[in-house]
């Protein structure tokens, strides 16, 4: 026979489950960091904006890590300065982290010596930037007890650090650089550059004479114009390719009126009967041209 369903028993278990999340969701809010409620951490600056989310990964020598303004550290991330806690680095940063970073959950940052990372870098989840790293030379050595080898990091501003990448000891990466996902890198990266691969590669780079080379295989996105609403934006996903062309064939004149669309378009740009001004009003003069080329890119 079918077991008879607790009903009491049901209801205790949802309203169980809705406590623990809201409780998880206020330790969160809670527990997360920033400049105005560092809680034990001292970090030697840290700017407006940046939020550590929690739980933590693990954190020390935090008054030799500077943190740049509206960075975003998400949750289990670590940072280290030095090779252990309550050491005497001395007087200058040891990690500089700048403006508008984000560093992906999971993701560690091992300053043993100089690590650098650059305004506006976004970092995927689980990468591993480290200064330091093991050293093989006695082969009647364990390699754990056998003293690393140390040499600065530095990320330039703009780059872009896939999932699961590795930057090692001594990589000096330029500005705008694409890491791929799953990349070890180590050595000089050049400005403009995507590099893949274990050792990583470059493997397309862009340079004022010749554009992107290999040439890129899909048209740069088209950003959305200034002013556009969600209103806006929500009758434009549903323009059909003929009122697409209508709006494109629009002048300068045609920006007082729906005049040239036939009588489908002008419903779609006037909107129902009684509710108001049109929502494609107020759209930039370039607005049906993008249209036109989005919808021939579709």
Not at 1 to 30: D, E, Y
Not at 35 to 51: D, I, K, Y
Not at 131 to 151: A, C, F, K, L, V
Not at 222 to 228: L, R
Request: aromatic residues 6%; neutral net charge; hydrophobic residues 40%.
């Amino acid at each position: 026979m079918p077991k008879r369903k607790n009903t009491f028993s049901s209801w205790r278990r949802r309203l169980a489950q809705r406590a623990v999340h809201a409780g998880w969701a206020w330790v969160q809010r809670t527990g997360s960091v920033s400049a105005e409620r560092p809680g034990r951490l001292r970090f030697g600056s840290m700017g407006t904006g940046t939020r550590l989310a929690f739980p933590l990964g693990t954190v020390f020598g935090e008054p030799w890590i500077h943190l740049g303004a509206h960075c975003i550290i998400a949750e289990q991330v670590t940072l280290t300065a030095g090779l252990m806690p309550d050491l005497d680095l001395g007087p200058e940063p040891i990690l500089r982290i700048g403006d508008g970073v984000v560093l992906g959950r999971g993701s560690h940052v091992i300053a043993d010596t100089t690590v650098t990372i650059g305004s506006d870098c976004y970092f995927g989840p689980y990468v591993y930037v480290t200064s330091t790293n093991h050293s093989y030379d006695d082969p009647h050595q364990p390699i754990g007890r056998q003293w690393p080898r140390m040499e600065p990091v530095h990320i330039g501003p703009g780059c872009w650090i896939g999932t699961g990448a590795v930057i090692l000891p001594g990589a000096r990466i330029g500005r705008n650089v694409v890491v791929a996902a799953g990349a070890v890198v180590r050595g000089d990266v050049p400005d403009h550059a995507v590099v893949a691969g274990a050792p990583a590669r470059v493997v397309r780079r862009w340079t004022p004479a010749e554009g992107w080379q290999p040439p890129l295989r899909t048209p740069a996105p088209v950003p959305i114009p200034d002013g556009v609403t969600p209103e806006q934006l929500l009758a434009l996903a549903d323009l059909d390719e003929e009122t697409a062309a209508a709006l494109a064939a629009l002048d300068e004149r045609s920006a007082a009126g729906p005049a040239g669309l036939d009588h489908r378009g002008a419903a779609r740009l006037t909107g129902p009967a009684g509710r108001g001004p049109a929502p494609l009003a107020g759209l930039s003069e370039e607005t049906p041209t993008r249209l036109a080329e989005l919808d021939t890119e579709g």
